[in-house]
């Protein structure tokens, strides 16, 4: 996934307070800086054994995150 500067710069901002759930897929090896941060509704996050980095607050200030899946292929 890309990085950005804040998460004010990534695609899905206008949407980010809609978004109560995250699958990132098989093939994906990184989660960028910013890429899943300030989300206020995301409860369930499913993460690939593929991802290989996390980077700088690559998922930060979630608050209702409660539910983080790690699942193999």
Known sequence: MFE?????NYPWNSFKNQIKEIII???ITSIGKYAISNMTN????IIS???QTIDSH???NCPV???VYHYSV
């Open 58 to 60: 690559g998922i930060s």
């Open 42 to 45: 995301l409860n369930k996050l």
């Open 25 to 27: 897929e098989e093939g």
């Open 65 to 67: 995150l409660e539910n």
């Open 4 to 8: 950005y500067e804040t998460e004010k």
């Open 49 to 51: 054994n593929t991802i």
